[in-house]
């Protein structure tokens, strides 16, 4: 069972606990048995593998912080995709704390997670982890910055923190209703729910604001929760990218990228001459400019560490084949040629990638090399076919070596 721990020491705390305790969000429905497919952002091998090209060695003691970890959607699969980690779990509301409680109880996770009703503020001494995940957390701190360096001492050296945090820009219909809905006199209650539904429903089909949210966040704000904690939110901070990097040094923290990097690429935007100069700007400038060009951001999700990760591109043969060689464990329709990769996008294996995995997953060993496959291949086409799936996320590859 949830017990409290220690005292809030935020001034949003009382406030924010109370609303969640009316409105326990994820509204995610419960069901039985694991949670629905997977995110690899909450999958420590493949975040890993991401901020540095190499999956980590084995771990027997892997520790994991979900630091706001509300009805439990995260925790889920977090205790999912990392089997055998020991997880706390913490939340100021005791009222969505029972729900993630039960989440993880019917879907088989509980026995990997202790639940505590507590301030991610009020931790000190119960790191190190190696993954800190706090999505949509710190934006609703009076001080979000303290948030921040109260959670950058229980990284484990070279740890990872995954953190999501409201955009400026994308959410400018939202902070409009907001606005609107407190000068209606609309509260974080019951009552503000009503008004907050009545107002979009009579809005004119012509309105802007209406058009926007039955457009983008009407299924998103469907469940009644989702609803209140997007429009009736008593305390909220959202970020522009200036702000957000120094929020980041703030803390004296590593920006080693977004978890979404696609919605960063220049090429979803921009072609030929135009995309051309982009790529030849700095990465900082890049990320500048997708901000700028799309009005749609309206979150940033992103990996921190406590020290700059150096990054493997795996070019190197030699050290290629001394690689440990692991299938990424975020994909759905293996064995198949046709998958659907760590992104959820679909991909199709060509017969020598097929082959390639097929071979792996028939050595029973955990540290299986290049040089284990019996494909009867040259070692040139290993190579060729090895990178082409590291590349496409599909094998992660890692070292044994204190940096993996």
Not at 72 to 93: C, F, Q
Not at 179 to 207: I, K, M, T, Y
Not at 350 to 357: A, K, M, R
Request: proline share 7%; charged share 20%; with cysteine.
């Amino acid at each position: 069972m949830a017990s409290i721990d220690s005292p809030a020491t935020d001034g949003a705390t009382p406030v924010v606990g109370a609303f969640y305790d009316r409105f326990p969000y994820p509204g995610d429905p419960l069901q039985d048995g694991p949670p629905p497919g997977y995110n690899w952002r909450w999958c420590y091998r493949a975040a890993r593998s991401h901020c540095t090209g190499m999956a980590p060695p084995p771990q027997s003691q892997l520790r994991i912080l979900d630091a706001g970890c509300g009805t439990g959607v995260s925790t889920d699969y977090l205790a999912h995709l990392n089997p055998g980690a020991e997880i706390l779990a913490v939340d100021i509301s005791a009222g969505a704390l029972e729900v993630a409680q039960e989440r993880l109880r019917r879907s088989g996770g509980l026995d990997q997670v202790c639940f505590k009703q507590r301030s991610l503020l009020d931790l000190a001494g119960e790191g190190p982890f190696e993954l800190i995940n706090s999505v949509g957390v710190l934006h609703h701190l009076t001080n979000p910055l303290k948030g921040l360096q109260a959670l950058a001492p229980l990284l484990a050296p070279g740890g990872l923190l995954h953190l999501f945090l409201y955009a400026d820009g994308g959410r400018w219909e939202i902070h409009r209703i907001q606005r609107s809905l407190a000068l209606l006199g609309a509260g974080s209650d019951g009552e503000g729910l009503r008004l907050g539904r009545q107002l979009l429903q009579q809005l004119p089909q012509q309105n802007r604001l209406r058009q926007r949210h039955e457009q983008r966040w009407a299924i998103d704000a469907h469940a009644d929760a989702n609803f209140a904690d997007m429009y009736l939110h008593p305390q909220e901070t959202s970020y522009n990218l200036h702000s957000l990097w120094q929020f980041v040094e703030g803390a004296q923290l590593t920006f080693l990228g977004f978890s979404n990097p696609d919605q960063w690429n220049p090429a979803r935007l921009l072609r030929a001459e135009l995309l051309e100069r982009a790529l030849a700007i700095p990465q900082r400038e890049q990320w500048l400019l997708m901000e700028a060009l799309d009005p749609d951001i309206s979150h940033f999700e992103f990996f921190l560490s406590n020290r700059e990760l150096p990054k493997q591109n795996w070019q190197n043969r030699e050290v290629l084949w001394q690689a440990r060689l692991e299938r990424n464990p975020c994909l759905w329709g293996w064995p198949g040629q046709s998958l659907m990769d760590q992104e959820m996008q679909p991909i199709s294996l060509s017969p020598d990638q097929f082959d390639f995995l097929k071979n792996l997953d028939g050595i029973q060993s955990s540290t299986a090399k290049l040089s284990d496959l019996t494909l009867g291949w040259e070692s040139s086409l290993i190579t060729e076919v090895a990178l082409q799936l590291w590349a496409a996320g599909v094998l992660l590859l890692g070292l044994e070596t204190k940096g993996a």
